[in-house]
């Protein structure tokens, strides 16, 4: 997901050769996450059940939507259209199951949900010039769907979490920002005119403040509380972070308001140095636990 959005926001900004190198990386980690997530499903069942109850899970759904997504950029769409059915086909049983096992005081994951279902609508978007109106109009319905969940996981939420998370917090602006960039991506077509134009519009510009308000907030909590010591969680740091920079870069030609589109490049730039830094860590961990293998 964060590898991947940056690759977005870098095609989007003109850096090709950037943003190819990260498609690739991406597109290499989805199929090594791929072949271990089928291979749990066949060989230790017990595990991908316990496994599939929790938030993370839809991480599965949201990445694939992201890379397919990426792909139809470059114009690759019969790759992208495969890769929205497998995550449409994976998506209602997992966000069953997961919210099935909600409790109250959940961490940032449980926005899970949110961005999930609104990654669907954005690459569902993306097709629909290409196959047709009906992606339109489901890609739509997605979208009310996620605001819906992201009232429902922000219920759960432990706001604790803004000051003490382990960068998953980052969540809760990341998928108010996806939601914009749904938004952005359901504008442009023909199907929606006058009123309902108006407010899809007025709708992607609110969901979008929200976002660079929870931004400006996370933002401020990290420098209040530093927490520089790596975290697994720190991807979900990196994927909001490129997620609002992309959300800029789309909604300002969209809405036609295109100071959001200035503002998307600096925070693409600021995504894609915590994306290295985060990088960084998780390989100094790597050899950390590789040249001391005890447990």
Same mark, same amino acid.
């Given at each position: 997901?964060?590898?991947?959005?940056?690759?977005?926001?870098?095609?989007?900004?003109?850096?090709?050769?950037?943003?190819?190198?990260?498609?690739?990386?991406?597109?290499?980690?989805?199929v090594?996450?791929?072949?271990?997530?089928?291979?749990?499903?066949?060989?230790?069942r017990d595990r991908?059940?316990?496994?599939?109850?929790?938030?993370?899970?839809?991480?599965?759904?949201?990445?694939?939507?992201?890379?397919?997504?990426?792909?139809?950029?470059?114009?690759?769409?019969?790759?992208?259209a495969?890769?929205?059915?497998?995550?449409?086909?994976?998506?209602?049983?997992?966000?069953?199951?997961?919210?099935?096992h909600?409790?109250?005081?959940?961490?940032?994951?449980?926005?899970?949900?949110?961005?999930?279902?609104?990654?669907?609508?954005?690459?569902?978007?993306?097709?629909?010039?290409?196959?047709?109106?009906?992606?339109?109009?489901?890609?739509?319905?997605?979208?009310?769907?996620?605001?819906?969940?992201?009232?429902?996981a922000?219920?759960?939420?432990?706001? !604790?979490?803004?000051?003490?998370?382990?960068?998953?917090?980052?969540v809760?602006?990341?998928a108010?920002?996806?939601?914009?960039?749904?938004?952005?991506?359901?504008?442009?077509?023909?199907?929606?005119?006058?009123t309902?134009?108006?407010?899809?519009?007025?709708?992607?510009?609110?969901?979008?403040?929200?976002?660079?308000?929870?931004?400006?907030?996370?933002?401020?909590?990290?420098?209040?509380r530093?927490?520089?010591?790596?975290?697994?969680?720190?991807?979900?740091?990196?994927?909001?972070?490129?997620?609002?920079?992309?959300a800029?870069?789309?909604?300002g030609p969209?809405?036609?308001v295109?100071?959001?589109?200035?503002?998307?490049?600096?925070?693409?730039?600021?995504?894609?140095?915590?994306?290295?830094?985060?990088?960084?860590?998780?390989? !100094?961990?790597?050899?950390?636990?590789?040249?001391?293998?005890?447990?």
């Amino acid at each position: 997901m964060a590898t991947g959005i940056v690759s977005v926001g870098l095609h989007l900004t003109g850096r090709q050769v950037l943003s190819a190198v990260l498609l690739v990386l991406a597109a290499g980690l989805w199929v090594v996450l791929a072949a271990d997530f089928t291979w749990r499903l066949l060989r230790d069942r017990d595990r991908w059940i316990t496994e599939a109850d929790t938030p993370p899970a839809l991480t599965g759904v949201a990445a694939t939507c992201v890379l397919g997504t990426r792909l139809a950029l470059s114009g690759r769409h019969p790759a992208a259209a495969v890769l929205l059915a497998v995550a449409t086909l994976a998506w209602p049983g997992l966000l069953i199951t997961v919210i099935r096992h909600w409790r109250r005081r959940m961490p940032g994951a449980a926005f899970l949900v949110c961005v999930a279902t609104q990654a669907l609508a954005v690459l569902a978007a993306v097709l629909a010039p290409v196959y047709g109106s009906w992606l339109a109009r489901g890609a739509l319905v997605l979208f009310c769907l996620g605001v819906l969940l992201y009232g429902l996981a922000l219920f759960h939420f432990d706001p !604790r979490q803004v000051v003490s998370g382990a960068g998953d917090q980052w969540v809760a602006g990341g998928a108010m920002a996806i939601s914009a960039l749904a938004g952005s991506k359901l504008l442009p077509s023909p199907l929606w005119t006058g009123t309902a134009h108006t407010v899809l519009r007025t709708a992607t510009l609110t969901l979008l403040g929200l976002a660079l308000a929870w931004y400006l907030v996370l933002a401020a909590a990290e420098l209040a509380r530093p927490r520089l010591s790596y975290d697994i969680r720190r991807w979900a740091t990196v994927f909001p972070l490129g997620m609002t920079a992309v959300a800029c870069l789309n909604a300002g030609p969209a809405t036609g308001v295109h100071q959001l589109s200035t503002l998307g490049r600096p925070l693409l730039w600021i995504a894609t140095a915590v994306w290295l830094l985060t990088l960084v860590g998780f390989l !100094r961990r790597a050899w950390s636990e590789a040249a001391d293998p005890t447990p």
